[in-house]
């Protein structure tokens, strides 16, 4: 069976969880992402892939990749006005393992590799690119109260990444509008070759993870502190049934 259209989902939870100035917050962390499911960018294995096979029963197997925009905000008021602007801005990025499956009767996920890491790189790439926005890149809002100025970004902001997350959406779909759906092979590889080039060429500008796992193994737990921030997420699915990424 082939796999189906490429959906996107997100869900961004930065209206009731942005962080002002005077509110300090535990520094998020990638134990803290770990902990929701999502796993740091790795080269893809078949336990990546657990069974599950009353999930997306449509499809061989199914794929969600996370990319978790996370920032932090100031007020400031100005001329009768509190204006709001992201000061802080870092990017989690990888693998959602809690929308990612496969069927019992799929034997050939080891097959399928290059065809999901592809995809996977494509989030990748994107993410960086997110990753790597300045503040003065950002949204900016502003309001006559505080509550007015939080909405104003909040809203600009999500306004902002959807049309972010939809260049990676438009790409993994021609990516597998290219290849078939995975049906031809070497077209796969030809890209998947094209798409690795352009990834290494991308500075790694997404949270680091510490450690980072050899390709092939799993990532080893290991937390490391960054600035105070606050959640957003997407998923990318390889399906026509969207799913949502975890929120740190």
Do not use: C
């Not at 989030?123 to 926005?133: C, F, K, P």
């Not at 799993?218 to 929120?247: E, F, N």
């Amino acid at each position: 069976m082939r796999l189906r259209s490429l959906a996107l989902a997100f869900a961004l939870g930065v209206a009731a969880n942005a962080l002002a100035q005077d509110e300090p917050r535990p520094r998020p962390t990638w134990q803290d992402a770990m902990a929701k499911g999502m796993a740091p960018y790795h080269q893809l294995t078949v336990d990546d892939f657990p069974i599950n096979n009353k999930a997306h029963p449509q499809d061989n197997f199914y794929i969600n990749t996370a990319t978790a925009p996370q920032y932090h905000f100031i007020l400031k008021p100005y001329n009768g006005f509190i204006y709001a602007a992201i000061d802080e801005w870092m990017v989690f990025s990888g693998l959602d393992k809690n929308g990612t499956s496969r069927k019992s009767r799929f034997k050939a996920m080891q097959a399928a590799l290059p065809y999901a890491q592809a995809i996977l790189d494509i989030n990748e790439i994107h993410a960086r690119q997110i990753a790597a926005l300045k503040p003065g890149e950002l949204p900016s809002a502003r309001g006559n109260t505080v509550e007015e100025a939080r909405t104003q970004l909040t809203v600009k902001l999500k306004e902002f990444l959807a049309v972010k997350y939809k260049e990676g959406e438009a790409e993994a779909e021609a990516f597998m509008k290219a290849t078939g759906h995975n049906a031809n092979k070497k077209k796969v590889r030809e890209l998947m070759a094209e798409i690795r080039k352009r990834l290494e060429a991308t500075p790694a500008t997404t949270v680091p993870f510490p450690d980072a796992p050899a390709p092939g193994s799993s990532p080893v737990l290991t937390p490391t502190p960054i600035p105070p921030v606050s959640p957003a997420a997407t998923g990318t699915t390889v399906s026509s049934t969207s799913s949502t990424a975890p929120k740190l």
